[in-house]
């Protein structure tokens, strides 16, 4: 639902804050008033199509922003997919428009494109009107009225998944057959890579291990210089070295502890450093030795790391790249050596799929013929109600390939006279009957429609006296399950308000401005009655404002 409406600097609003609330929201005010104005803020809200001239004179920006509450469901699977959420049950949408034709777009505080305000508010709110009966000129869209009266989204799901199946097998059979073309030619390609990386044996971490060891032997005489001159100091070359000088110290250290028990515990450490200085200038020669045992080495990594370097070039930067590659490689070698079989399986497979999918589509064939034939019944009734009895309503079902939707191609068409040919909704229905027909539409969908936010701009267009309490009496119907927000220059629609706001224009200081307020009992009698008899609002006109709105609290209102 649609909270409230904050509108900065577009057209003649300079500032202005509309609460809405639930049930049936009436707008009123005088031609030119700025009535317009405010759907087309809502409609930048919605993402669609905004000029630049919408921008008050004189002004670089212009803003608007809407809270939504108790958004359906499709809203919130919309927000999630694409990152964003609601904040405490809240939904705030804002969007700027500049002079330099820049948008700024916001979603809950965070950046949003356009396309996306887009996206969210296919599912936020329904405008119908004069120019904005977009759903009824999109035939793709009627397929859903149908669905939706018939409540066959448990079905539709179904066929939707074995759709998508039969989709990814006939795709994954038709790469295949495309293949045959040059199948020998891609098993001899084939063959050689994972003949090559086979014999290859690449190790994950070797190329790490061998750098590392290239390093070290790069080093090597360095660091053999450097382990001679140690097991030099250690062991001696021609002077005394470091272990038998040790050696000295610990049998002189041994005399003190065998006189004087104090000195044991000094003996021992230093006996335990000299066998730990010893086995150490075993190790060192150890490593000396070894440091020579393969002189070749070096050359051998040079040539495996130029391998490998080669392998990784071809197949992936990484050792767990080329191995993957060896993987996938080797299964589509083994495909391709089994053509034939794994082409009759994948048919098989396909053809089943198809099979299935087929049959659910049939199912919802069926459904949606049987509930076409339920919704032109019971919109027609709604349509006559609205004084449009001689407009007939033919839901025209065509059979197409299978796509997302199933098989079948549906669109609306409507007949204005008794003896016509039914045609397009777009190519007969005026701007006014557009929207009487879709406020039919949405009387007859009201408990299954998920679209919380309904708008009709001027439905009255065209009518007045009992068919404008009429189009009021289904207003206020479908509004006992939505919010419904009416633009209308009808007192019988008014007073059947549950919020009544009354805009108007005023020049203050040679600029115009336009004001928006919610009227109380008595604003409400007198815009009433502004409308029943124009500027010179009268005793009369007064009296029959109030008999309007008393007669509408009696009927429950």
């Known amino acids: 639902m649609l909270n409230s409406l904050y509108i900065e600097n577009i057209a003649v609003i300079e500032k202005t804050n509309i609460d809405l609330y639930a049930g049936l929201n009436i707008l009123t005010g005088e031609t030119g008033a700025g009535k317009s104005i405010v759907i087309d803020a809502i409609n930048a809200i919605l993402g669609r199509r905004t000029g630049r001239d919408i921008i008050r004179n004189g002004e670089d920006t212009a803003t608007v922003f809407a809270t939504f509450s108790d958004v359906n469901e499709a809203v919130v699977a919309t927000l999630t997919d694409n990152?964003?959420?609601?904040?405490?049950?809240?939904?705030?949408?804002?969007?700027?428009?500049?002079?330099?034709?820049?948008?700024?777009?916001?979603?809950?505080?965070?950046?949003?494109?356009?396309?996306?305000l887009r996206e969210l508010g296919l599912n936020l709110i329904n405008i119908h009107g004069q120019h904005e009966s977009y759903e009824l000129f999109s035939p793709e869209t009627h397929i859903t009225y149908i669905?939706?009266?018939?409540?066959?989204a448990e079905l539709l799901a179904r066929y939707r998944e074995a759709f998508r199946e039969y989709g990814r097998?006939?795709?994954q059979l038709n790469d295949?057959?495309?293949?045959?073309?040059?199948?020998?030619?891609?098993?001899?390609?084939?063959?050689?890579?994972?003949?090559?990386?086979?014999?290859?044996?690449?190790?994950?971490?070797?190329?790490?291990?061998?750098?590392?060891?290239?390093?070290?032997?790069?080093?090597?005489?360095?660091?053999?210089?450097?382990?001679?001159?140690?097991?030099?100091?250690?062991?001696?070359?021609?002077?005394?070295?470091?272990?038998?000088?040790?050696?000295?110290?610990?049998?002189?250290?041994?005399?003190?502890?065998?006189?004087?028990?104090?000195?044991?515990?000094?003996?021992?450490?230093?006996?335990?450093?000299?066998?730990?200085?010893?086995?150490?200038?075993?190790?060192?020669?150890?490593?000396i030795d070894e440091s020579e045992e393969n002189p070749y080495r070096l050359e051998e990594i040079e040539q495996r790391l130029d391998l490998l370097n080669k392998l990784s070039r071809k197949y992936g930067h990484t050792e767990e790249e080329m191995l993957e590659f060896l993987s996938d490689a080797r299964a589509e070698l083994e495909r391709l050596l089994k053509y034939d079989e794994n082409v009759s399986e994948l048919e098989a497979e396909c053809e089943?799929?198809?099979?299935?999918?087929?049959?659910?589509?049939?199912?919802?064939?069926?459904?949606?013929?049987?509930?076409?034939?339920?919704f032109e019944k019971k919109v027609k009734a709604e349509m006559s109600f609205l004084d449009m009895p001689r407009v007939e309503l033919i839901v025209s079902r065509e059979k197409c390939a299978l796509n997302r939707d199933g098989q079948d191609s549906i669109e609306l068409l409507i007949s204005a006279n008794p003896g016509e040919a039914p045609k397009p909704v777009a190519k007969i229905a005026s701007g006014g009957e557009l929207s009487r027909m879709m406020l039919a539409i949405k009387t007859v969908l009201a408990n299954t429609d998920m679209i919380d936010t309904l708008i009709f701009d001027e439905v009255d267009t065209g009518i007045s006296g009992s068919a404008a309490q009429k189009v009021g009496l289904k207003l206020k119907e479908v509004s006992a399950s939505r919010q419904v927000i009416c633009v209308t220059h009808q007192a019988q629609i008014a007073a059947l308000a549950d919020s009544h706001f009354l805009i108007s224009k005023n020049i203050r200081d040679d600029r115009t401005y336009t004001d928006i307020k919610l009227l109380d009992y008595e604003g409400r009698t007198r815009e009433l009655a502004r409308i029943i008899d124009g500027v010179e609002v009268t005793d009369t006109a007064l009296a029959h404002a109030r008999k309007l709105m008393n007669y509408n609290d009696t009927q429950g209102k």
């Open 83 to 116: 990152g964003y959420q609601l904040e405490d049950g809240q939904l705030v949408v804002s969007r700027t428009l500049s002079l330099s034709g820049k948008n700024v777009c916001r979603v809950n505080g965070r950046p949003a494109t356009v396309s996306f």
């Open 147 to 152: 669905d939706n009266l018939a409540d066959d």
């Open 169 to 171: 097998l006939k795709k």
């Open 176 to 287: 295949f057959r495309a293949s045959e073309t040059n199948r020998e030619q891609r098993i001899d390609i084939l063959s050689y890579q994972v003949s090559e990386l086979d014999d290859a044996a690449v190790e994950i971490g070797e190329t790490e291990a061998l750098t590392e060891e290239r390093r070290v032997l790069m080093n090597a005489g360095k660091i053999t210089e450097a382990l001679h001159k140690t097991k030099a100091y250690l062991e001696g070359e021609g002077v005394t070295g470091a272990i038998d000088i040790l050696d000295d110290a610990v049998t002189a250290l041994q005399k003190a502890s065998d006189l004087n028990p104090e000195y044991e515990r000094l003996f021992n450490r230093l006996n335990d450093l000299y066998y730990e200085i010893r086995d150490t200038g075993n190790e060192i020669s150890d490593a």
């Open 352 to 374: 089943k799929a198809f099979e299935k999918a087929q049959s659910l589509a049939d199912e919802l064939t069926r459904v949606r013929e049987a509930t076409a034939r339920d």
